[in-house]
């Protein structure tokens, strides 16, 4: 008998006839032998409409209330699935983050879980009850109502999960697991039976949008492992866990791809200490997020500076450089928006020399120009003209050769 | 400087302008140099479309998942005011009713209030801050939510009046106060300026839904003035409060009815001990509630038993009864689903003769047939045909004088 946690995402609750799919799905896993513990999402699209009920009201609406008023979106379906649960003959009750004492910090929004209590939790499950718990949503230490940021589901399904010691955290959601690139773009796309948390962590920010980020970093601190799959079919999906010995490392994992980046770059700009610190610090004081960053080696004492920003700040990051390359003395700023961003990601790239090499020899190929390159342990990335963006990620899937053959043993 | 708790109905916010509107007033209260609690109900059919949505889930929704679902409605509510009170430009707090700690027992879907802790929302008032205080919502001892029942929210707002010993609770709805009868079947029908507890108790329970009768109790109990008055206008409401000296006493204040009754009358019922615990024995059990029960004289050893029930439980309460006659040796059971029920209402009805007969002589000249009477101390009913009902209304509220002058003088 194991103790599984089961979380289901917005388009798994999104009417009552899916609340009862997942009702279902819930007491045949019980039914199995195994001790359940449900986190839901809002019903789809719910959370959207709070949010845009309170930026009716004013532009930039208070963020303790912002939260009090999002939350209802969970308590309204954990409630609703309790009442199915019952309504099926299954004993189960609805906790809410408050109830359940998901303690978090106070940074409204976007609150990270400090502790969560789980007595009550084992009290109901020993009681034979299935706590429905409600996803997003906790408590700070004064007794207001935080929430976990976009979505925070996954990280409350991750972090009761490691609480309670649970065997697996099953995260429902509308495709059948992580893929080793967009289906959308590459018919060829297939389903990765195993990744570790580090891949997924790549691949969750590159735009791979299964996972919340901090969930995967949740449960790897606390090695939880996350089994992605549809909640519409009763196939297995794919299991993310630390890597081990059994785990054959694959060179490339996955390719993804993202075109909601912008670059700038700052044209000779002299090549002094300080420098970067004068032209990045207005950006961070504004809360944009710059991802890439590369600054061209040094010749005659002035260096180009090219960095992205998320297409939503490009206006306001623009506006700021030019500020400060005016007063640094910089030559000029150029900025492109149609660019479209291209990575490889996969654990065994530490120990194998060539894989990017391999990478670029595969776009030149294609005429694909590279426009800019970073690279981490298991990732590289690079930056091309947004036209190319599907053919680059098609034509390194193919590179890679993703398209063949079992991957990795399902789990 | 006043302490003023103020409660906003669902029509008062039912949506983003009324809920502005009422923003400005309480803007308004405190700019007048007040201190203002807030208590606000569900915006208007909110409560309705989430008891559907459970009841679509089954027919009898467990009670406890279902006052966390539909409590989501005023925790909309109160996020929304507080956000558009900041807006203003005026500092202001939502509190749910576990975060003010307004201890309830457990009767889910009609829970009781039995303590409402004042320390928190003295020290926001302290602090300058307006708190928005969700109506309808407690916890229990056990920290499940718990709902009021119908017209929570005016409970709410006298328990936080009388826990905080404030000047009085204003009542905001979509009508300007207490009316001597319903101004939609006599257009003749006036504002009462004042009403005594006892009084609006009667009227409550009579069918006038301007506040639930438990708000009421609860003032009397703790000596709380409540003002009932609307939310689209500035005019004065009608003042409820304990009878004091400069208050004339009204022969009769007001005029209900209601056809919500059904008639059961049990024929030649053997007049003997125990046969009335028989006959409502059965009905109470199948929590129906029995309103008049009418026993005649016996006089050859056979009495006829007759009593009024709502009539949606009017087939059930027949089917009990039928088999109850069978029993006992009734000679048969007579129905009657055409029935109204008229009733005069007045504190001054204590120390007056005649009251009753005059109400029977006015309808009599009508020629309208009384079928039956009950009264109380502070009020007169009869039950009489349906299609008499308005008609019965309207000449009471003629005999009684209750269309001419001040009634009493404004609060």
Not at 65 to 73: A, C, K, Q, V, W
Not at 226 to 251: A, N
Not at 314 to 330: D, M, N, P
Request: aromatic share 4%; glycine share 6%.
């Amino acid at each position: 008998m194991a103790l599984i946690v089961q979380k289901y995402g917005g388009s798994s609750v999104a009417d009552l006839s899916q609340i009862r799919n997942v009702a279902r799905r819930v007491a045949r896993t019980r039914q199995e032998g195994n001790d359940v513990i449900v986190v839901v999402s809002a019903m789809a699209g719910e959370t959207d409409r709070l949010i845009q009920l309170a930026h009716q009201v004013c532009e930039s609406p208070d963020l303790r209330e912002t939260d009090t008023l999002i939350s209802t979106g969970e308590q309204v379906s954990v409630a609703l699935l309790a009442i199915t649960l019952e309504s099926l003959g299954i004993p189960a009750k609805s906790f809410l983050g408050p109830q359940v004492r998901i303690i978090t910090d106070n940074a409204f929004s976007k609150a990270r879980i400090r502790n969560v209590e789980v007595k009550r939790l084992q009290k109901e499950l020993q009681a034979g009850h299935i706590p429905v718990v409600a996803g997003f949503q906790g408590v700070d230490k004064d007794g207001n109502i935080t929430t976990l940021g976009r979505g925070g589901s996954d990280t409350t399904g991750v972090a009761l999960a490691a609480a309670l010691k649970a065997d697996v955290c099953e995260i429902y959601t509308d495709v059948e697991g992580v893929y080793t690139t967009d289906p959308n773009i590459c018919p060829e796309a297939r389903k990765l039976p195993r990744i570790t948390y580090d891949e997924m962590m790549e691949l969750a920010s590159l735009g791979a949008k299964v996972l919340q980020i901090r969930a995967v970093e949740f449960a790897k601190k606390y090695n939880v492992p996350i089994h992605v799959r549809s909640s519409f079919s009763d196939k297995s999906g794919t299991l993310v866990s630390k890597e081990d010995e059994k785990m054959e490392r694959v060179l490339v994992s996955g390719v993804t791809y993202n075109k909601n980046e912008s670059r700038i770059t700052v044209v000779r700009v002299p090549d002094k200490p300080g420098i970067a610190s004068r032209v990045f610090t207005p950006i961070s004081d504004a809360h944009i997020v710059v991802d890439m960053i590369i600054q061209n080696n040094s010749a005659d004492g002035y260096t180009d500076l090219t960095f992205t920003v998320p297409k939503g700040d490009f206006k306001k990051a623009l506006k700021l450089v030019k500020k400060t390359a005016e007063e640094i003395k910089a030559q000029e700023v150029l900025a492109d928006e149609n660019i479209a961003k291209v990575s490889i990601v996969g654990a065994g790239m530490v120990n194998h020399a060539g894989v990017a090499s391999k990478m670029f020899t595969a776009l030149a190929k294609e005429n694909i120009n590279i426009l800019m390159i970073s690279t981490s342990e298991i990732k590289v990335s690079c930056v091309v003209d947004a036209k190319y963006g599907e053919l680059a990620a098609r034509v390194l899937h193919q590179a890679f050769g993703l398209y063949k053959g079992e991957l990795r043993k399902e789990p």
